[in-house]
């Protein structure tokens, strides 16, 4: 049974996001540092996100409305203006932050694009995975795209059915053993983890060390090979 189409996850697997956002995390610790330390202020804001993620999907803005309510609850309702200010300057920072490739991206999307069908799989804002698929220059690339409020084993099936052959013939690869592999596998499909060198806690899960559709790789570049070998044997 051929492979036809490979899914990709965005953030951290095509271009840099995670270290954006603890760059943002430390600004805001120092911000709020006079109302609590380091250890508090890193847990309420991940309680918070974790609070707000069905209500605010994930994305920089979901972070950012994040931020400004810990804000609120650590200084009992009546953050200071300037502290609002600067948090919402960070935001704003974020969403024009330079998108920056991984090493080897280049070259092994352009490779993969002639042999495969691919399709982008991203969670996120809207507009801003768009502004990040256009500036990193692969948009051309994909079949498809698909930004989706989360990433379970019913949006693997409706994705590689409906840009693909299926599951059963498909690779996901991505940073995420949460979102990327554990999922896709449940739907039949490759997976392949290839992690970033931070990776956001709601994201993490056991690796699945035996499944037979699993693999795991440093590199993007070496995912053309992979997916090759994967083939023949499937």
């Known amino acids: 049974m051929p492979i036809t ?9 095509l271009w840099h996001n995670e270290s954006i956002f603890r ?11 006079d109302r609590a330390d380091h250890d508090v202020l890193e847990s309420r804001l991940a309680e918070v996100e974790q609070r707000n993620l069905r209500l605010y999907g994930y994305g920089i803005k979901g972070f950012t409305l994040s931020m400004i309510e810990t804000a609120m609850e650590l200084c009992d ?63 051309d690339l994909f079949v498809a795209v698909e930004i989706v409020s989360e990433k379970d084993r019913g949006t693997y099936d409706r994705v590689f059915d409906r840009h693909g052959t299926g599951a059963a013939e498909a690779v996901m690869a991505g940073n995420s053993m949460k979102s990327d592999v554990l999922p896709a596998l449940e739907a039949g499909a490759f997976a392949v983890h290839i992690p970033y060198h931070v990776t956001w806690a709601h994201e993490l899960a056991e690796a699945p060390e035996n499944h037979p559709r699993y693999g795991a790789l440093e590199t993007i570049a070496d995912l053309p090979g992979w997916i090759e070998k994967a083939g023949l044997r499937s």
Request: no cysteine; aromatic share 2%.
């Open 23 to 33: 760059l943002t995390h430390a600004r805001f610790v120092d911000l709020l540092s």
């Open 5 to 13: 189409t490979v899914g990709l996850d965005a953030d951290d697997t």
């Open 77 to 139: 309702g009546e953050a200071p203006p300037r502290v609002i200010r600067e948090i919402l300057a960070a935001g704003r920072e974020m969403l024009g932050h330079p998108v920056e490739t991984l090493a080897g991206v280049d070259e092994a999307m352009a490779d993969l694009a002639e042999r495969y069908r691919l399709v982008l799989i991203t969670k996120g804002d809207l507009l801003d995975q768009e502004r990040k698929l256009a500036a990193s220059g692969l948009g």
